[in-house]
C-alpha cells in the first residue's frame, strides 16, 4: 500500500508541478488566440492548385475514340453500383473494364478489371472526422510490378498534415520505397503556407534521394493564386477566378531550372531554362458544362459535358497541336440504369453517406 501511495504521488507530482502547469496554460491560451483569428482548413498541399487543375482545365478528363460507360446503381445509403466501360480507338483505355464499388460514412472501396488482366484496387478508411487513410494498389500480369501506395491525411482546423509512401518494403534489409511528407497551414483567413518533403530510395544499392518544396495559397473574394517552389529548381504558380456565376478561368505556369550545357560545352557551366503555361475557362450551362484550354506548346483542348436524360449524358472531347499539325477526338455516352426503387428514393432526397473518396 505504501508503495502505490509512492507511485500514485509521484504521478501527481508529474502532472501538478509548475512547470506543466505553465504549459498547460500557455497552450491555452494559444488556443484561444488561435480558434478567435476563425481560421479555416487551407486543403492539402497536393491539392493546392485543385481550382485550376481539377475544376477548370480539362487535363485529366481528355480521352479519344469511343467509349461507353453502363452503370448499374443498387443502393443509395450504403453506395454500392457496379459499372461496364468499353473503349474503342482510345490511347490508355483498355477495351473493356469492370468497376465495383461501395461506399459509407467510413469505407470506401473500388475495385477495377480490365480485360488484359490489370486490376486496381482502392480502401479507403475514415478513422475519425480527422483522420483518413487511403490505400491504391495495382497489380498488372507479366513482368509489370505492383504498385502500392498508402496515403494518411489528418485534417485539423486551419491545418491539414498528410504522409504518403509509395512502395514500402523492408524486405532487402533496408527501408526502400517513396516517402512524402506534407504541411499546409492557414496564417490568416486568406493565406495559408506549407512544405512538402520527399525521401526515396530505388534499391538497397543505391543511395537515398530527397527533395523539398514550399507553397503558399491567398484567397481573394472570387479569386485565388497559389505557389509551388522545388529546391531542384522548379516553379508552379496558378491563378484562378470567378467571373461570373457560371464562368471561371484559370491560368496556370510551369517554369524548369535544370543544369544544361554551358558554352564550350562544359556540363553544369549554364543552365536550361523550360517553361509551359497554359490558360482555361469553364462555363457552366444548364444541363451541360463546357470547358476550353490553350497552352503555350500550341495545343487547343475543348471538351463538352452534355446530360440529355437523368440517366444519359454525352461527352465530346477535341484537341488539336498546331505545331505538330494533330487532331485528336473522343466521343463517350454514359448511362445510368437505376431501378425505380432506386430512383424514387433519389427524387425523394434519401440521405447519402459522405464517403472518403
Same mark, same amino acid.
Given at each position: ?17 509548475v512547470v506543466?502547469a ?5 497552450y ?15 486543403g492539402?498541399?497536393?491539392?493546392i ?20 460507360d453502363l452503370?448499374?446503381? *443498387?443502393?443509395v ?8 466501360? *468499353?473503349?474503342?480507338g ?7 473494364? *469492370?468497376v ?5 460514412s ?25 483522420f ?36 514500402p518494403?523492408?524486405?532487402?534489409g533496408?527501408?526502400?520505397?517513396? *516517402? ?15 512544405l512538402?518533403?520527399m525521401w ?9 534521394e530527397? %527533395?523539398?518544396?514550399y ?8 479569386w ?9 529548381g522548379a ?9 461570373t456565376d ?24 549554364? %543552365? ?8 482555361g475557362?469553364k ?37 488539336m497541336?498546331?505545331f ?8 463517350a ?17 434519401v440521405?447519402?453517406p459522405?464517403?472518403?473518396?
Amino acid at each position: 500500500m505504501a508503495d502505490e501511495k509512492l507511485v500514485s504521488s509521484d504521478a501527481g507530482f508529474l502532472k501538478n508541478n509548475v512547470v506543466m502547469a505553465t504549459l498547460r496554460d500557455t497552450y491555452s491560451s494559444f488556443s484561444r488566440r488561435r480558434a478567435a483569428l476563425g481560421l479555416s482548413n487551407p486543403g492539402t498541399v497536393d491539392n493546392i492548385s485543385r481550382e485550376v487543375q481539377k475544376d477548370v482545365f480539362l487535363t485529366n478528363s481528355m480521352f479519344t475514340g469511343l467509349r461507353a460507360d453502363l452503370t448499374r446503381p *443498387f443502393s443509395v445509403n450504403p453506395l454500392f453500383q457496379v459499372s461496364h466501360a *468499353f473503349a474503342m480507338g482510345s490511347q490508355g483505355l483498355p477495351p473493356y473494364t *469492370f468497376v465495383a464499388l461501395y461506399g459509407t460514412s467510413k469505407v470506401f472501396l473500388q475495385g477495377n478489371l480490365d480485360n488484359d488482366g490489370q486490376l486496381t484496387a482502392r480502401a479507403n478508411y475514415r478513422w475519425n472526422r480527422s483522420f483518413v487513410t487511403r490505400t491504391n494498389v495495382q497489380i498488372a500480369p507479366g513482368p509489370n510490378p505492383a504498385m502500392l501506395s498508402v496515403d494518411n491525411d489528418y485534417t485539423g482546423q486551419d491545418f491539414t498534415a498528410s504522409l504518403k509512401s509509395i512502395n514500402p518494403s523492408i524486405i532487402e534489409g533496408a527501408l526502400t520505397g517513396v *516517402f512524402v511528407g506534407s504541411y499546409l497551414q492557414s496564417l490568416t483567413p486568406r493565406l495559408a503556407v506549407g512544405l512538402e518533403a520527399m525521401w526515396q530510395r530505388v534499391a538497397v544499392q543505391s543511395g537515398p534521394e530527397t %527533395a523539398i518544396s514550399y507553397c503558399a495559397k491567398y484567397k481573394g473574394s472570387d479569386w485565388i493564386a497559389s505557389a509551388q517552389v522545388q529546391e531542384q529548381g522548379a516553379l508552379s504558380t496558378s491563378y484562378w477566378r470567378r467571373l461570373t456565376d457560371k464562368v471561371e478561368a484559370g491560368v496556370d505556369l510551369n517554369l524548369q531550372f535544370t543544369p544544361g550545357m554551358g558554352q564550350g560545352g562544359l556540363l553544369g557551366a549554364g %543552365a536550361r531554362k523550360e517553361g509551359t503555361s497554359t490558360l482555361g475557362a469553364k462555363y457552366d450551362f444548364r444541363n451541360s458544362s463546357f470547358r476550353a484550354q490553350i497552352d503555350s506548346s500550341g495545343r487547343l483542348s475543348c471538351l463538352l459535358e452534355k446530360r440529355i436524360l437523368p440517366p444519359v449524358q454525352l461527352t465530346f472531347a477535341g484537341e488539336m497541336d498546331h505545331f505538330k499539325q494533330q487532331a485528336k477526338v473522343g466521343l463517350a455516352v454514359s448511362i445510368e440504369a437505376a431501378s425505380d426503387d432506386l430512383m424514387e428514393q433519389q427524387v425523394k432526397g434519401v440521405a447519402t453517406p459522405t464517403v472518403p473518396f
